[in-house]
Nanobody, 120 residues
Framework: QVQLVESGGGLVQPGGSLRLSCAAS????????MGWYRQAPGKQRELVAT???????NYADSVKGRFTISRDNAKNTVYLQMNSLKPEDTAVYYC??????????????WGQGTQVTVSS
């Protein structure tokens, strides 16, 4: 099966930076996109950023200009550089893989999540 392993979360002061990493492994036939989602206490999971197989990117309005998503195709790894962090960025961040199966279907895989806390 496919496994996603996140790293890089932690505690940071407002205005600080963190860099999240997510490495995908297993039988991956074809990648449609990879991305990051987050879930704060009492709120539903929301999209943060995605990057397509054509390198197109999509960001939530709340993080535009502050976060940057990138990937290393050779390693099937996606990164999220987070700058100018705000307390409202506090959440569990989840890595997502949107992929095509060998039979032509679509599958989404999720990491276990990494905690990001922005506090003074």
């Amino acid at each position: 099966q496919v496994q996603l392993v996140e790293s890089g979360g932690g505690l940071v002061q407002p205005g600080g930076s963190l860099r999240l990493s997510c490495a995908a492994s297993g039988r991956i036939f074809s990648i449609n996109s990879m991305g990051w989602y987050r879930q704060a206490p009492g709120k539903q999971r929301e999209l943060v950023a995605t990057i397509g197989n054509d390198d197109s990117t999509n960001y939530a309005d709340s993080v535009k200009g502050r976060f940057t998503i990138s990937r290393d195709n050779a390693k099937n790894t996606v990164y999220l550089q987070m700058n100018s962090l705000k307390p409202e960025d506090t959440a569990v961040y989840y890595c997502n893989l949107d992929r095509r199966t060998v039979l032509g279907g679509r599958q989404r895989d999720w990491g276990q999540g990494t905690q990001v806390t922005v506090s003074s």
